[in-house]
């Protein structure tokens, strides 16, 4: 499968921006663009469509070995960073029980102090897994109706905003829990896939033209995702709340607006640059999972320890031991597993 270099490197951009939302607190309690960066994971999502895009129009998958795939290359690393969690967490009667809903992927179907309870960053795990169940079938619809994908889009769009619109908020109900599973949040990977076949239409233009296209597409997307920024900024999440396209469409059009961005860091691997700037953005999209599975157990363990410090030393010691942390995890634990799995896999399909 070809790597693009700056999708790589935007997958660990979009660990950074989760990391540093999670932080933001160290440095102001007034909502900020750092808030705003909580957008991350939208972006995450993104990418997921984009990579798997190719596979989802080849027609052909076999279901055995992909799945071995995806469990070596999701889940050690999650066991793992979950225990981590496990061990830093505090008293609480039911976590045990959210230890084992957490084990199995149920920790976002029942409230919201169980899906945060370990890692607020956890949440996005159940949704990756619920589209590696879904592409299978959407393969097998595709191979026959190839027009159904956009068809699934904008139903999807729609089912978003009938979720959104019955929501209880504050309270919980049956639409809030759907709303941040598959069902909810389909668009966003769709994009992902569209995006994929742009950048595969684009490479049939000349150099000039490509250029064109990139200008235009950064453009649009420093346009679009400023103003959502802004709007976040000034209006918070009682501003998403107040009118229900705005509430039920914003993290899709925050999607769109980091697909618009990702389209020219599609051709990064097209520009003439030396192997270490490659070998850089390379780096940074391997330590992205880790990153963003342990960075909120940096805080924690310094508040076990008993480490007095707040402010820009706090926010620089805990992104500093998330990388190290993440670097020791890619290596030891992520790539292994991966690596693994692959071989695994090869077997598999004979």
């Not at 990391?19 to 994971?41: D, I, K, M, P, Q």
């Not at 049939?204 to 346009?223: D, E, P, Q, R, V």
Request: proline share 3%.
């Amino acid at each position: 499968m070809h790597t693009y270099i700056g999708i790589e490197f935007a997958r660990g951009i979009a660990a950074f921006m989760v990391l540093t939302s999670h932080y933001a607190y160290f440095l102001t309690e007034e909502r900020t663009v750092l808030n705003f960066l909580w957008t991350g994971v939208d972006l995450f999502f993104v990418i997921s469509g984009f990579v798997f895009a190719k596979l989802i129009f080849s027609s052909q998958i076999n279901v055995g070995a992909f799945f071995i795939k995806r469990f070596f290359r999701i889940y050690p690393l999650y066991f793992v960073s979950l225990v981590i969690y496990l061990l830093l967490s505090g008293d609480n009667a039911e976590k045990v029980n959210y230890f084992i809903n957490h084990i199995f992927f149920l920790h976002t179907t029942n409230s919201r102090e169980e899906a945060f309870f370990f890692n607020a960053a956890f949440w996005s795990l159940p949704v990756e897994m619920e589209f590696y169940i879904f592409i299978p079938i959407l393969i097998f619809f595709l191979k026959k109706y190839q027009k159904l994908l956009f068809g699934i889009l904008i139903f999807s769009m729609f089912l978003k905003l009938f979720l959104y619109s019955h929501s209880a908020h504050p309270a919980i109900n049956t639409y809030d829990i759907l709303s941040v599973h598959l069902i909810g949040l389909l668009p966003e990977f769709l994009i992902g896939v569209y995006l994929h076949q742009l950048v595969v239409f684009s490479k049939n233009h000349s150099k000039s033209t490509l250029m064109k296209w990139n200008f235009i597409s950064t453009c649009l997307g420093i346009a679009l995702i400023s103003m959502l920024a802004i709007y976040f900024i000034k209006n918070g999440d009682d501003g998403l709340r107040a009118n229900i396209l705005i509430g039920g469409w914003y993290n899709f059009a925050c999607a769109l607006s980091y697909a618009f961005l990702l389209f020219p860091l599609s051709s990064i691997d097209r520009w003439k640059s030396s192997e270490n700037f490659h070998n850089i953005f390379i780096f940074i999209g391997s330590i992205s999972y880790p990153v963003y599975l342990v960075h909120n157990a940096a805080p924690r363990l310094f508040q076990e320890i008993g480490v007095d410090m707040g402010g820009v030393g706090l926010f620089i010691a805990c992104t500093t031991l998330t990388i190290i942390a993440s670097i020791f995890l890619h290596h030891y634990i992520e790539e292994p597993f991966r690596v693994y799995g692959r071989n695994l896999s090869d077997k598999w399909r004979g």
